[in-house]
């Protein structure tokens, strides 16, 4: 069998490290060097300081045999990846006259306005560099290549790294190295708990083969199962995760939520466009969310159709005909008013289904009889309305989630139970 090829992915930027930009550069890359077979063995973010990328360099060069930098290559002052890895790779600075053109054409033709000298020396490169060039962007991508170890620099703008990855370095990898073949399978779970799932399925782990590795991913109240494997052989490796994701299948089917790697509101919307069904939301404590993470999804339109705010009582009684005496007696957070706001946002909005959510979302608003966390949902469809509690514990944003997730969920259930 032949080596594993490994990559090491360094992000480069202070804002990455004080948290003024989220890394999304380096979850996209590994996912698509996995579907080319090359394993991510470490994943690093530096700031702009010359020290600290040459030692991540060093680092990920024992490690990799591809390595991947994103940031640090723009026109300004900060921008430092580019000189440092001319003096790494002992190189001078040329002008790569094709980008020049680039460049200028950018500038005159499409802009419309004057390049400056800062804009044109983005088109002097290392001469030990390949130069890749960038459709999207000003700044090319760098190739270089060391005792078998290959570097390659992309800016850190995501559609212009996605670029150059896409039509330079996906193609490239396979003609250097033989990477193998990564396959995953994922298994949603949901009503038991990350322990008890593992006691569950404790036999048919032990049964593992070495090139196949399983992981436990919690999250949103459910446990996500990913089964991992490489190897040379493609129909090998897919006969024998088949065969073992069929058993953890079969193992944990009382709690199955999906056997696609896919989130919750996408699984819920495929049951409802198979059943030819409708859904609306009327949401207190979400503000919105529910709706927000099934419209964000191509031909939600399908079967989502609409939403109701009711973060105010007002609004639950005037147009959710939550009465008002349940309001003042067992308040906007109860089993009676999720329960009439699930019903009335379904026969306003002449749907399938209704999904009604009112909760506690903190840190305030608790009560000595209603903590922070606790969450009514209800769900009705045609026939009948039911409600059930939730009680979560974490910060407001968590809790706001959480309640997404589980009452989508609880529509699931429905769902499938009416089948």
């Known amino acids: 069998m032949n080596q594993k090829i490994y990559a090491s992915i360094i992000t480069i930027g202070d804002e990455l490290l004080i948290g003024q930009v989220i890394d999304t550069n380096s979850s996209w890359i590994a996912q698509e060097l996995n579907k080319i077979g090359v394993a991510v063995k470490q994943r690093v973010a530096v700031g702009d300081t010359r020290s600290d990328i040459i030692h991540a360099l060093d680092e990920a060069k024992q490690q990799a045999s591809i390595v991947l930098l994103t940031g640090g290559l723009g026109p300004t002052a900060d921008d430092i990846t580019k000189p440092l ?3 790494y790779f002992k190189g001078k600075m040329v002008v790569h006259q094709p980008t020049l ?8 033709q499409v ?3 004057p390049m400056i000298e800062r804009n044109a020396k983005q088109a002097e490169v ?3 560099c390949t130069v890749l060039k960038n459709e999207r962007g000003t700044a090319p991508g760098m190739l270089f290549e060391q005792d078998g170890v290959i570097f390659i620099a992309m800016p850190g703008v995501p559609h212009e790294m996605k670029w150059i990855m896409e039509h330079h370095v996906i193609p490239l990898i396979p003609k250097k190295f033989n990477t193998g073949y990564i396959q995953h399978r994922t298994l949603l779970t949901a009503g038991i708990g990350e322990s008890f799932l593992a006691e569950l399925i404790k036999d048919i782990e032990q049964q593992l083969p070495l090139h196949i590795k399983l ?9 996500r199962l990913r089964l991992t494997a490489w190897s040379n052989d493609e129909s090998l490796l ?11 299948k079969t193992a944990v089917a009382p709690y199955l939520v999906t056997d696609i790697d896919q989130p919750m509101e996408v699984v819920v919307g495929n049951l409802l466009k198979e059943k030819n069904a409708t859904l609306a939301t009327a949401e207190s404590c979400t503000g919105g969310y529910i709706a927000h993470l099934l419209s964000i999804h191509p031909g939600s339109s399908i079967f989502f159709k609409g939403a109701i705010v009711s973060y105010a009582n007002i609004i639950k009684e005037t147009i959710l005909n939550v009465p008002h005496e349940a309001l003042i007696t067992v308040g906007a957070v109860s089993e009676e008013t999720v329960l009439q706001m699930a019903k009335q946002v379904r026969e306003l909005m002449q749907t399938d289904y209704g999904i009604a959510v009112s909760g506690i979302m903190g ?3 608790a009560t000595d009889e209603k903590l922070v966390g606790l969450v009514w949902v209800a769900v009705a469809d045609k026939m009948k309305v039911q409600a059930k509690s939730f009680h979560f514990r974490f910060d407001r944003r968590r809790n706001i989630e959480l309640t997404a997730t589980n009452a989508l969920n609880m529509l699931r259930g429905i769902i499938v139970e009416n089948s």
Do not use: W
């Open 126 to 128: 290392p001469d030990t």
């Open 215 to 223: 992981a436990y991913l919690p999250n949103y109240g459910m446990v």
């Open 238 to 248: 897919e006969k024998d995760l088949d065969y073992y994701f069929s058993q953890f």
């Open 85 to 87: 890895l001319c003096d």
């Open 101 to 108: 053109d680039h460049i200028t054409h950018i500038f005159e």
């Open 111 to 113: 802009l419309k306005r």
């Open 363 to 365: 840190p305030g608003g």
